[in-house]
C-alpha cells in the first residue's frame, strides 16, 4: 500500500449534536449543507481559516460543501472536501470557521455535521455510508471513540455503514 498522499486531518469532534448547538445559550439552529462552486470562493474570507479552500473548490475530483445555519446562510460555519473513488467516498479536508474553534467557539458540532454529511454523500452514491480519510496518528482514538471510525492502517480510517447511519440518523432527520 502506497502512503497517503493528502495531510492528515486533525479536525476534533466537539459533540456530537443534533444540528449546531450556540455553546452559551444551548440553542439549536437548522442548517442547511450546500455545494461550493468557482462562483461561491468569493464567499470564503481567508482570515477565517487556516486552509486554501479556493484551490480544493478548483479542483475537479473534489467538491466542497459549506455548512450555514438555516436562517443565516451567509455566515459559513465550516467547510469539507470529499472525493468520490467510485466505490466509497474520500474525506480530503475539514474545518470549522476560526470562530468554531478553541474554548470561545461559537458553535458545537460543526464537524460533527460535516463528517455525517459525507457519510450522507456516500449512502446516496450507493456507498453504504462508507467514508475513508487519513488521521494524525495522535486523534485516531479519539476518532474511534467519538465517530465510531475504525482504524485500517497507517493513517487511514474508515467509517462503516453502521457508524455511518447512526450520524446521518442524528443530524439529517428526514
Known amino acids: ?8 486531518l486533525d479536525f476534533i469532534i466537539d459533540k456530537l449534536t443534533n444540528s449546531i448547538e450556540n455553546t452559551s445559550t444551548g440553542e439549536v439552529f437548522d442548517t442547511e449543507i450546500v455545494r461550493m ?15 486554501d ?12 460543501f459549506k455548512l450555514t ?5 451567509t455566515i459559513i460555519q465550516g467547510l ?8 466509497h467516498i474520500f474525506m480530503h479536508l475539514i474545518e470549522s470557521a476560526k470562530f468554531n474553534k478553541n474554548k470561545d467557539k461559537v458553535y458545537l458540532g460543526v464537524p460533527g455535521n460535516l463528517v455525517a454529511y459525507a457519510c450522507k454523500v456516500s449512502v446516496d452514491k450507493g456507498y453504504q455510508g462508507f467514508l475513508a480519510f487519513d488521521a494524525k496518528t495522535a486523534l485516531i482514538k479519539h ?21 455511518a447511519l447512526r450520524l446521518i440518523s442524528q443530524y439529517f432527520k428526514s
Open 143 to 163: 476518532y474511534q471513540e467519538s465517530l465510531y471510525a475504525t482504524h485500517f492502517r497507517g493513517l487511514r480510517m474508515f467509517i462503516e455503514t453502521n457508524a
Open 37 to 51: 462552486t468557482p462562483k461561491l470562493v468569493t464567499e470564503i474570507k481567508k482570515a477565517d481559516w487556516n486552509f
Open 1 to 8: 500500500m502506497s502512503k497517503p498522499r493528502h495531510e492528515p
Open 69 to 73: 445555519t438555516v436562517n443565516n446562510p
Open 80 to 87: 469539507v472536501s470529499i472525493e468520490d473513488k467510485q466505490d
Open 53 to 64: 479552500w479556493s484551490k480544493e473548490i478548483k479542483d475537479k475530483s473534489k467538491e466542497v
